[in-house]
């Protein structure tokens, strides 16, 4: 466990450990959590408004990020994230996340509160633009766990190669109105 304290902010520091998951020890990605030093219930819903959670919860309280295909859990004294390369990963995804819960909270009488989470992409809206052929050059066993897989934002439009260029473009209109940016 390494001991981040960092004496400025709302959220002074955290505790992070590392791992692989215990029911499949094989796994390349690594996950981590980090026990808070502060209790961020109260800034969760304003961190929502400014980073679009992919969903909310209220009771108890959470906020879940969905980023690179990776879910990224913020509790009220905790921080869990999955699919992480390294350390070093997890330490640049924390240090981001400090700095996002610090200046939300700083900034709070300026943010509407949200408690709701993003509007998410239709998985048959998507399969609608997509051609149906199963062909499985995007690595995928149909075009539906495909439509599934840019739903949860893991993989792009770009990753479907007989999508035409006018259907890819028309794909990521689409898309575009849910986010799955990168964030860090």
């Not at 859990?73 to 992480?84: D, E, R, S, V, Y």
């Not at 509407?112 to 690595?139: D, V």
Request: hydrophobic residues 35%.
């Amino acid at each position: 466990m390494k001991d981040r304290r960092k004496p400025i902010g709302f959220l002074r520091g955290y505790k992070k450990s590392i791992f692989r998951p215990e029911q499949n020890p094989g796994f390349e990605s690594l996950h981590c959590t980090a026990d808070l030093e502060q209790d961020i219930s109260a800034v969760l819903p304003y961190l929502n408004t400014l980073l679009g959670g992919f969903e909310y919860l209220k009771d108890p309280p959470a906020l879940i990020l969905k980023s690179q295909g990776r879910l990224i859990t913020l509790h009220p004294c905790q921080i869990a994230i999955n699919a992480l390369k390294d350390d070093e990963e997890a330490e640049k995804i924390l240090q981001w996340l400090m700095a996002e819960i610090n200046a939300a909270w700083e900034a709070r009488d300026a943010i509407q509160p949200s408690f709701e989470g993003l509007p998410r992409p239709g998985i048959l809206e998507i399969l609608r633009r997509l051609p149906k052929t199963n062909c499985r050059k995007c690595g995928q066993p149909t075009c539906l766990v495909f439509a599934t897989r840019l739903a949860e934002g893991v993989q792009t439009a770009a990753d479907c190669p007989e999508l035409s260029k006018e259907a890819r473009r028309g794909l990521e209109d689409y898309l575009s109105g849910f986010h799955f940016e990168d964030r860090f």
